[in-house]
């Protein structure tokens, strides 16, 4: 366990025929915390039964008869109110005993406490999952990110006869293509390659990810799946008979991903069609020695499934942290019936598949005092600029799909507080446009954004940024701000369709970069509507026509050298702008030696390369 987090441990252990042993410990190794509540259980299933059309309802029965003690919902309560104060990542991991697995069917993933809003394990800052000891002793490899390999295997056999519904082959593949982009990978999608056999020589070839597609069902509570003969006819596997070849691999991979196939459904939605099967599998795979088991624990709908695993598979990209990408991902269809049937095995204390190749590609980094707090944001495609012929300026067509390597970036941009240290150490002098009360900030603006600077001011703050701390700052090129922006589905604000409040839009000052929630998916903050940002692109030297054209290129627009009469790309848009300048797409040019009219004065965020790409030199190098 990272000693930056904080473990909750729910023990639940078989005691009586009707009552459970229940054991609450709390652990906060960087306090030297460890503190526990021991007691007894006595599930009341016929009530929980009656709720199980009602997650919400569900939820809160479940954890109010689990936490009927009040010393047990006060070491609950206890972690939970110190991983908030402290905004650290909370492990909650529920440790059910062999002699209890029958438990396993209960909707855990549902509960929510009697007086709460939301679910306990659906935010980012608590991780759920449920933990599972494995048959043999054996210790979990853990790759590193740039090392990761797939193995994508949809078992798609003849369905003639049977009311099962054809596998859509074509579809779960290019699903499953685009959730793992990036990562190297085997595909087994013709109809006899996923044999039993055939399935374990592969992975006996080594893999990281099992990415597998297929059929289930329960058959007096045993779990089998439908895998396909060399004819491609069906194979139906025991549960028990995968698990026990599972558990004779010499390094299984590090997560296993059970997605149901799809049928048509009665209300017209495609729906998993499995009854569960999988997720029974699940606690089988673990225990015989996967890290990791993701699956689903009920007839998943299509809709859900198709906003759930685009998120998890993105998000497990960023840190490898699994119960960490279930947490966001849940979050992201909380607002669907379904929301709860993903579910999540692991053997894993700190939740990790795979490490960062670098120390600065986890998601929070250490940083010093005056370093600006950056985030992650992992490699892969996203969609930049606009459809042409859908009323958007020619200069921002075609909307293409481009792919870049990992990198971070500010969440919030560089602010007047942070700009301060850089003036006093380089003895430099604030701009008239900054609007400073000579060197220092008016008091309350320490946390506006740094406006009326030019694009050579923002160079040389990136400058000596990387020669303060030995990370390589520089701007973000006009791409990775607009991926950072939109992240990768297309999206024409930030958050999504036009809202209200989402941003300083309409108002005649400036505000502090934390005076809105978080607007992108990857929670950068401030990105459109306060002030216009810097970027290192190249736009040319006519202010009407842009001289590079789309789509984005790695082709010389991003050359630091380039003298001081081609204009800069400016992104984000100001708080005196129209709606259509704080779209995502949206793009503006100024001269690098301009701090930016009145109104829009412009002001940067900065990015950190991961890569290996040697930084060039500005024209105008850095003062002081």
């Avoid at 993933?109 to 449920?130: H, I, K, M, N, Y």
């Avoid at 029974?280 to 998943?300: E, F, K, S, Y």
């Amino acid at each position: 366990m990272n000693h930056a987090d904080a473990d909750l441990e729910l023990l639940i252990s078989h005691s009586s025929p009707a009552s459970y042993g229940l054991t609450i410990r709390f652990r906060q190794p960087s306090a030297r915390l460890d503190r526990s509540f021991s007691g007894s259980w006595t599930p009341d299933l016929d009530a929980l039964r009656q709720r199980e059309f009602d997650p919400a309802d569900y939820g809160t029965s479940l954890a109010g008869q689990l936490l009927a003690d009040p010393a047990a919902r006060g070491r609950f309560d206890e972690a939970l109110a110190v991983a908030a104060s402290q905004r650290m990542p909370l492990h909650l991991r529920l440790f059910i005993g062999r002699e209890a697995e029958a438990l396993h069917a209960l909707r855990w993933e549902t509960l929510r406490l009697p007086d709460s809003s939301a679910p306990v394990a659906s935010g980012e800052w608590v991780r759920f999952s449920r933990y599972l000891d494995s048959d043999g002793w054996r210790p979990v490899g853990v790759p590193v990110q740039g090392a990761l390999r797939a193995l994508v295997a949809i078992a798609s056999p003849d369905m003639t006869g049977t009311a099962l519904a054809e596998v859509k082959t074509a579809d779960e593949l290019d699903a499953a293509r685009r959730g793992l982009e990036g990562i190297p990978r085997v595909e087994l999608a013709t109809p006899g390659q996923v044999t039993l056999n055939n399935l374990l020589a592969r992975l006996r070839d080594g893999c990281d990810i099992l990415y597998l597609v297929a059929h289930g069902n329960l058959v007096d509570g045993e779990p089998h799946i439908l895998l396909e003969r060399e004819d491609g006819g069906r194979a139906w596997t025991a549960g028990r008979e995968l698990a026990t070849a599972f558990g004779e691999l010499a390094q299984p991979p590090s997560l296993v991903v059970l997605a149901s196939c799809q049928s048509a459904g009665a209300d017209g939605q495609w729906l998993a069609q499995d009854d569960g099967a999988l997720a029974g599998l699940g606690p089988r795979l673990a225990a015989a020695g996967a890290p990791a088991v993701m699956a689903m624990q009920g007839n998943l709908t299509m809709t859900t499934a198709a906003a759930f695993m685009p998120v998890f598979l993105r998000e497990l990209r960023r840190d490898g942290q699994v119960d960490r990408a279930m947490a966001v991902a849940r979050g992201a269809v909380r607002g669907r019936p379904d929301w709860w049937m993903p579910v999540l095995f692991t053997r894993l204390l700190d939740g990790r598949i795979w490490t960062p190749a670098s120390p600065d590609a986890l998601p929070e980094i250490a940083r010093q005092n005056f370093e600006p707090e950056t985030i992650y944001i992992p490699s892969g495609p996203f969609w930049m600029g606009s459809p042409p012929g859908a009323g958007f300026p020619e200069h921002e067509c075609p909307q293409r799909e481009i792919d870049l390597g990992e990198y971070r970036i500010g969440r919030y941009p560089v602010m007047n507080c942070d700009y301060e240290v850089f003036l006093r150490e380089t003895k430099r002098l604030a701009r008239a446009e900054m609007r400073w009360d000579g060197q220092t900030p008016f008091k309350g603006e320490e946390r506006h954004p740094v406006s009326g600077v030019t694009w050579c001011d923002a160079l040389a703050y990136c400058a000596w940024l990387s020669d303060k701390t030995g990370r390589r700052y520089t701007l973000p090129s006009e791409a990775h701000w607009e991926k950072a922006a939109r992240g990768g589905d297309g999206r024409l604000y930030p958050w999504g369709e036009w809202a209200p409040g989402r941003c300083n839009q309409g108002q005649a000052e400036l505000a502090a970069v934390d005076a809105y929630p978080a607007q992108s998916v990857y929670g950068c903050h401030d990105m459109v509507g306060n002030a216009p940002e810097w970027t290192s692109t190249l736009w040319g030297t006519n202010v009407l026509e842009s001289r590079y054209r789309y789509p984005w290129a790695d082709d010389g627009r991003d050359d630091l050298g380039a003298n001081s009469q081609v204009r800069r790309i400016v992104r984000g848009g100001g708080a005196s702008d129209p709606l259509e300048k704080l779209r995502c797409a949206a793009r503006t040019n100024a001269l690098p030696l301009t701090p930016g009219p009145f109104g829009k004065r412009h002001g940067f965020r900065v990015m950190m390369r991961l890569d290996a790409a040697k930084l060039a030199a500005p024209f105008c190098q850095p003062e002081g």
